[in-house]
Nanobody, 115 residues
Framework: QVQLVESGGGLVQAGGSLRLSCAASKSIFSSNAMGWYRQAPGKQRELVATMTSAGTTNYVDSVKGRFTVSRDNAKNTVYLQMNRLRPEDTAVYYC?????????WGQGTQVTVSS
């Protein structure tokens, strides 16, 4: 069993920054791929960024150059640094980890960007 807890969301003005955290209950990120997703009201959950176990990152076009995924293995935590935020980034942000036989999700953290 793995628990993922996101934190760091909040209200920010357009152009501002936030750093989200995804803390795991055990050491899993260094050996499993993870992803950041978001879901805006009335929309489907969408992929934002991924990080492989080796640390390779990928981003959807809409966040490239603005968002950065990083990892602290000692803290079992992955971060999503979000810069130059836009109103369209408003959503609940989730992290997940793919153990192969099961995908665990966190509970989400709300990010609201005001114009």
């Amino acid at each position: 069993q793995v628990q993922l807890v996101e934190s760091g969301g909040g209200l920010v003005q357009a152009g501002g920054s936030l750093r989200l955290s995804c803390a795991a209950s055990k050491s899993i990120f260094s050996s499993n791929a993870m992803g950041w997703y978001r879901q805006a009201p009335g929309k489907q959950r969408e992929l934002v960024a991924t990080m492989t176990s080796a640390g390779t990152t990928n981003y959807v076009d809409s966040v490239k150059g603005r968002f950065t995924v990083s990892r602290d293995n000692a803290k079992n935590t992955v971060y999503l640094q979000m810069n130059r935020l836009r109103p369209e980034d408003t959503a609940v942000y989730y992290c997940n980890v793919d153990l192969g036989y099961y995908i665990y999700w966190g509970q989400g953290t709300q990010v609201t960007v005001s114009s």
